[in-house]
């Protein structure tokens, strides 16, 4: 396997470590929580940019769930042995699963948000998001979970599933984000008044960018 000594570096380190053991596993294991409450934060900061930019908010959680749930055949396609099933004497943190490694579930769901808030914001949330994501595939590996080519393929893959499905429905969202911004659903989409003529200019000004990317 062509990170094999990568692997086993970083397991090396674990065993180094073991300060770091609980704080590593908690975060490898309960950080969707994580990622959960960023893409909520996502979803705030859109509420003040207009629709377009909350349409982007809207897809992030859509394309989180569809790109686990394309993962699910390719892991079971591929069929590749944890590491604590292949290797042994190494340390294991992670609770051990008969689910096949490869592509990581976990990086692909950190791949697909980190993905979708830069779609929202590249600013200080979407990089925050972003180191998140980074440092939950270092986590996966340091726990005996995954190889790192398992968590590199996973956050890729989470990550062009949602830019992808960004491309392709992109003009149907924000439509619908229009239409939805009539009804008693407004709230939850602007925090702007209805009618407010600086709401209006915002949206308008955001459709114009859309089309190079939210900012």
């Known amino acids: 396997m062509v990170d094999i000594g990568w692997f086993r570096w970083i397991n090396a380190l674990a065993v180094a470590t073991p300060w770091l053991h609980a704080p590593v596993y908690d975060y490898a294991t309960y950080s ?13 900061v859109a509420r003040w940019r207009g629709q377009p930019v909350m349409a ?3 897809w992030a959680p859509v394309a989180t769930v569809v790109a686990v749930g394309l993962n699910q055949p390719l892991v079971a396609a591929v069929n590749e042995p944890r590491p604590y099933t292949a290797l042994p004497h190494i340390l ?3 609770q051990r699963s008969s689910d096949p490694a490869f592509p990581s579930d976990h990086a692909v769901l950190a791949g697909a948000v980190a993905a979708g808030v830069m779609l929202v914001t590249r600013r200080l949330l979407a990089w925050i998001t972003v180191l998140a994501a980074l440092a939950l595939a270092f986590t996966r590996v ?3 979970a995954h190889y790192p080519h398992d968590v590199a393929a996973g956050l890729l893959l989470g990550a062009v599933i949602t830019l992808v499905g960004w491309w392709a429905l992109r003009g149907v969202l924000t439509r619908l984000m229009a239409w939805l911004a ?3 659903l407004r709230p939850l989409l602007t925090a702007a008044p209805a009618g407010d003529q600086t709401s209006r200019n915002n949206q308008t000004s955001a459709a114009a960018g859309s089309a190079s990317g939210m900012g």
């Open 32 to 44: 969707p929580v994580l990622f959960a409450a960023l893409l909520v934060a996502g979803w705030w």
């Open 56 to 58: 982007a908010a809207v």
């Open 92 to 94: 294991v943190l992670a």
């Open 142 to 144: 340091y726990i005996g």
């Open 182 to 184: 009539g009804t008693r």
